[in-house]
């Protein structure tokens, strides 16, 4: 083989694999290519999703401000309730002891 034919042979073994190379890329751009319509289809997903993170959002703000309000209201009716309980603990000390001094005159 001479200088002329192992030339050649380089060349058309270069050409060959740039050849393949090149219709490599064209296949794997061809299968994983993403069209407009994919696009569009992802853009409206992804504005769903920032959609529905923001309901997300409100709705968990909204669940804060409304444990915060019930939790209010239940420290208050549980005040009352202390409130409540120790008038009636005074009102029952009362009546016993009205019932007692009642029961000394009628004894008198």
């Known amino acids: 083989m001479n200088r ?11 050409f060959v694999a740039f050849m393949l190379g090149w219709f490599a ?5 061809r ?3 993403v069209t407009k319509a994919e696009i569009g289809e992802l853009d409206k997903m992804a504005q769903a999703l920032h959609e529905a993170e923001e309901t ?3 709705a968990i703000t909204y669940l ?12 208050q009716t549980e005040a009352e309730l ?11 000390q009362e009546a016993e002891e009205l ?5 000394r ?3 008198s």
């Open 4 to 14: 002329t034919e192992f030339i050649v042979a380089t060349a058309i073994i270069l």
């Open 82 to 92: 202390r409130a409540a309980m120790d008038g009636l603990r005074d009102a029952r």
């Open 31 to 33: 299968f994983t290519r």
């Open 56 to 58: 997300r959002d409100q």
């Open 64 to 75: 804060q401000q409304r444990e915060a309000e019930i939790t209010n209201q239940l420290t």
């Open 105 to 107: 005159q009628n004894v």
């Open 25 to 29: 890329s064209w296949l794997v751009n």
């Open 99 to 103: 019932r007692g001094y009642i029961d």
